[in-house]
C-alpha cells in the first residue's frame, strides 16, 4: 500500500506518480500509470455546492431528446442481455430515464444516487448489469467506486458507461467537457483498457462515450 497521502495519490489507482496536465482556473493532474486526468482534490466543490449544481440539472424522464441521448448506450447494452435482466442504474440523477427505458423494455432495473435515490441497501446485493451515465466524471474517490461497480455485478454481468473522453493536453484545453465544474475526472481510452486488463474485463468501445465491459463468469 502507498504511504503517500491521498491528496497526492491518483484517486483511480492510488500510484503518488502524475504530473501537472494542465491549468486553467484549477489544476489537471494527469497519473503516469493509468493515465486518468483529475482535478486537485483541493479545488473540488464542496457538497452542498455540488448538490446546487446538479439541482439545475431538469432530465426529464419523457423528453424525447433525453431518451435519444441515452439510447446509444441502452440500445447495445439491451442487445447484449437475457430478457428480464436485473440491473442498476447508480448515479440516475433527479431524472432517472434510463431506468424507465428499460423497464419499459421488460428488464427490472432499481435506482441508486447518493442525492435523489440514496437507498445504500442496493448496493449491497449483485445485478446482472450495472449502467453508469454520465456520472463516472463526477466521481471524488473514482478507484472506490469502480470497485463497488464490479462488486454489484453478478459473474457474466454487464457494466455500461456513457462519458466523454479526454484525448491530448492540446484538445484538452479547448474541451467544454472540462467546464463542467462538478466533474473531476476524465477518462481516456488508455485509461479504460488499463482498468479492464488490470481487472480480466472484456471491453468494447461504442461511438465516441460509450463504454461496455463484461465481467468474465469466473471472477
Not at 483511480?12 to 502524475?18: F, G, M, S, Y
Not at 449491497?124 to 462488486?151: K, S
Not at 491530448?168 to 474541451?175: I, L, M, V, Y
Request: hydrophobic share 35%; with cysteine.
Amino acid at each position: 500500500m502507498s504511504s503517500c497521502p491521498p491528496v497526492f495519490c491518483c484517486p483511480l489507482c492510488a500510484t503518488p506518480d502524475h504530473t501537472l496536465f494542465y491549468q486553467d482556473h484549477r489544476d489537471y493532474h494527469q497519473c503516469t500509470r493509468c493515465r486518468l486526468i483529475f482535478v486537485d482534490p483541493a479545488q473540488r466543490l464542496t457538497q452542498n455546492a455540488e448538490k446546487a449544481e446538479y439541482d439545475l440539472h431538469r432530465n426529464d424522464i419523457q423528453d424525447a431528446g433525453y431518451r435519444r441521448f441515452l439510447s446509444r448506450l441502452a440500445n447495445p447494452l439491451m442487445a447484449r442481455l437475457a430478457p428480464g435482466s436485473e440491473g442498476l442504474d447508480f448515479g440516475c440523477g433527479p431524472g432517472p430515464a434510463l431506468a424507465a427505458m428499460f423497464n419499459e423494455a421488460g428488464f427490472v432495473v432499481s435506482t441508486y444516487d447518493p442525492y435523489y435515490a440514496d437507498h445504500p441497501e442496493r448496493l449491497r446485493r449483485q445485478y446482472d448489469f450495472v449502467t453508469c451515465t454520465e456520472a463516472i466524471e463526477h466521481f471524488y474517490y473514482p478507484g472506490r467506486e469502480w470497485q463497488r461497480l464490479l462488486t454489484m455485478l453478478k459473474p457474466g454481468g454487464w457494466l455500461g458507461l456513457m462519458t466523454k473522453l479526454a484525448r491530448d493536453q492540446a484538445a484538452f484545453a479547448s474541451w467544454h467537457y472540462k467546464q463542467d465544474p462538478t466533474h473531476v475526472c476524465f477518462f481516456s481510452r488508455n485509461t479504460f483498457m488499463w482498468l479492464a486488463e488490470r481487472d480480466g474485463l472484456g471491453i468494447e468501445f461504442i461511438g465516441a462515450d460509450v463504454i461496455l465491459l463484461h465481467k468474465p463468469e469466473s471472477l
